[in-house]
């Protein structure tokens, strides 16, 4: 494995990282809510009275952040290696994924982790897991790039 260390990007990662962690905290400190986006996407799909603003605002805060960013900072090239339907079975995968472990990478790895829910271990050690042999497999038997 190589480090392409002109692109490293060790502390704009640890920024992210903490700004992640710091909304995810007030977000559950201050609405009491889990910051899971396939939950929050989810509850859109089965509204109840009162839930769907707050819902919408966080999805268009999230797609609206890089945005704002490329106001300030040029953003990175977007260079995707697989083709439309390699794509589409990878987001159908994770929808089902999801379904399947009671919420997503960022509700049980984030949130579920730092509350020491042990479905979230679980489902985290499942999914990192998955994903490990995943790349072992295709890059180191497969010979996939």
Do not use: Q
């Amino acid at each position: 494995m190589n480090i392409d260390m002109a692109n490293f990007t060790p502390w704009m990662s640890l920024a992210g990282g903490l700004l992640i962690g710091t909304g995810v905290a007030l977000f559950a400190l201050l609405a009491g809510r889990i910051a899971g986006i396939s939950g929050i996407v989810g509850g859109l799909l089965r509204p109840k009275p009162g839930e769907t603003g707050w819902r919408i605002a966080f999805l268009a805060g999230l797609v609206g952040a890089p945005f704002a960013y490329a106001l300030f900072v040029p953003l990175p090239e977007v260079r995707v290696d697989a083709g439309v339907p390699v794509l589409l079975l990878a987001g159908l995968l994770v929808g089902v994924g999801t379904r399947y472990g009671s919420g997503c990478t960022s509700g049980h790895g984030i949130c579920g982790l730092s509350r020491r829910s042990p479905r979230s271990i679980a489902a985290t050690a499942a999914f990192m897991g998955a994903g490990f042999i995943t790349v072992w497999l295709l890059r180191h038997v497969l010979g996939a790039a």
